[in-house]
């Protein structure tokens, strides 16, 4: 989608960088863009008053997305791989996966309890299944090739050299 005539440079710029980072959120608009807090909600507003941008909650944090370019199912990948730990978890499925809660917190090193959160909000969004093995519970992406389609479209916009590295994407598309 191009880019629409926009009369305020403010408002241009705020449009460029959510088109050029989709499913940021506000802090992070408000972190590289040099606006004062209340011109940022304002300016946000308009552009979603206008139809010009999408707003997404995700639970946490409400996101920004350029209209018309994300569905709702763009919207739940993108909102999970801009959460680092959830990104990094589908990464991991991607490359290995299925695995369990405890293959996945020895992995990122992180604890099973945060690991098996994530994976729960990553659940309840359709984005992974989990299915029984004896006594384990093992994960898995529910829809691989749109993941890591996005992944590799929008990776540029993600500062994780880890999941990079993992997945190697960019020689896939």
């Not at 241009?12 to 606006?35: K, M, N, Q, V, W």
């Not at 999408?54 to 999970?80: H, L, Q």
């Not at 490359?95 to 959160?117: H, I, M, N, Y």
Request: proline share 3%; charged share 30%.
């Amino acid at each position: 989608m191009p880019e629409p005539d926009l009369e305020l440079e403010s408002r241009r710029a705020i449009y460029r960088e959510i088109a050029d980072t989709p499913g940021s959120h506000f802090r992070a608009l408000l972190d590289e863009l040099d606006y004062a807090q209340g011109t940022l909600q304002y300016q946000l507003r308009w552009l979603a008053d206008e139809g010009l941008i999408d707003v997404s909650e995700d639970g946490k944090y409400t996101r920004y997305y350029p209209a018309a370019e994300f569905d709702d199912a763009d919207r739940t990948v993108m909102n999970a791989l801009r959460r680092e730990y959830s990104r990094r978890i589908l990464a991991h499925l991607l490359v290995d996966g299925p695995l369990s809660t405890t293959e996945l917190s020895d992995r990122l090193e992180k604890a099973q309890s945060t690991v098996s959160w994530h994976l729960s909000k990553l659940a309840d969004a359709g984005l992974v299944t989990k299915e029984r093995d004896g006594q384990r519970v093992l994960y898995r992406v529910s829809d691989s090739d749109h993941v890591r389609y996005l992944y590799t479209i929008h990776r540029q916009s993600f500062t994780d050299r880890i999941v990079d590295r993992l997945l190697g994407l960019w020689d896939s598309y």
